[in-house]
């Protein structure tokens, strides 16, 4: 006889269970799921008596529909728990979104024959969800698969053999590979990679690389300065060749030219 771990308490259940309230992966077992729908209920009673009693319809669908998204994960993973698929959980889940919208555009609205067909359309998935309601409450009330199957370990049964593999995830290429630059497989790891121009592999280290054919001359000099053997300009010596009151000799025919003018 396999052994089994023993059933949770409320508060460890309900405590699991918003834990993982966004974990579709995996399975939950029944006590975890009943004590957490019984929590889901008692919060929904207690929020639609408030919703009640202050006279605004309007907001429950606004209430309904983040609480069912918040217990929609223990619900996928009873599922996974007893072996199936969850695909009934998601046509539940989203007949009862689709109904609650009805409701929103069902209170909004002004228009009478508006009213009347949402109205009918949310008679009709009301009887769809009962249906579906009922058939998932059978599946959930099933004790747990013995041993692991394809969506995990079993929390009732730990110590069970496997039934079936493990459901592989999609494939990565990328999945378990170490971060750029580090060892895998037991290569040797190297060191960061050097940069260009840097001494690697025994090679001499030069200094900052010339451009071919050019020869490399220091600092520039500035304009007017004197350079590669031409002769520096001296202003003070052009004022001591012409002297401060002597013209130049084409000023001086300028000059004579006027005086025989006259």
């Known amino acids: 006889m396999t052994d089994s771990v023993p059933q949770l308490e409320p508060t460890d259940a309900v405590k699991q269970a918003f834990n993982r309230i966004q974990d579709i992966n995996g399975r939950s077992r029944r006590s975890e799921f009943w004590w957490a729908m ?23 669908p606004f209430v309904t529909i983040p609480l069912l998204l918040a217990i929609a994960p223990i619900m996928i993973r009873r599922m996974h728990d007893t072996g199936r698929e969850p695909l009934l959980v998601y046509i539940f889940l989203g007949a009862v979104v689709v109904d609650q919208i009805l409701l929103i555009i069902a209170n909004l609205s002004k228009s009478f024959s508006t009213i009347k067909t949402m109205m009918d359309i949310s008679k009709f998935l009301t009887i769809a969800i009962l249906i579906l309601l009922i058939v998932l409450i059978w599946f959930w009330c099933e004790d747990s698969q013995k041993g692991g199957n394809r969506f ?16 592989q995830a999609p494939y990565n290429p990328y999945y378990g590979q170490p971060p750029y630059g580090q060892s895998q497989y037991g290569q040797q790891q190297y060191g960061p990679q050097q940069q260009y121009g840097s001494q690697q592999y025994g090679q001499q280290q030069y ?56």
């Open 38 to 60: 019984l929590a889901f209920v008692l919060i929904y009673y207690f929020l639609d008596s408030f919703i009640k009693a202050i006279d605004v319809p309007v907001v429950l």
């Open 152 to 167: 995990g370990k079993s929390p009732k049964y730990p110590n069970a053999p496997d039934i079936e593999p493990m459901k």
């Open 207 to 262: 200094g900052p690389q010339q451009q071919y054919g050019q020869q490399q001359y220091g600092p520039q000099q500035q304009y007017g300065s004197q350079q590669y053997g031409q002769q520096q300009y001296d202003p003070q010596q052009q004022y001591d060749q012409y002297g401060p009151q002597q013209q130049s000799p084409n000023d001086q025919e300028t000059h004579f030219d006027q005086n025989n003018g006259q």
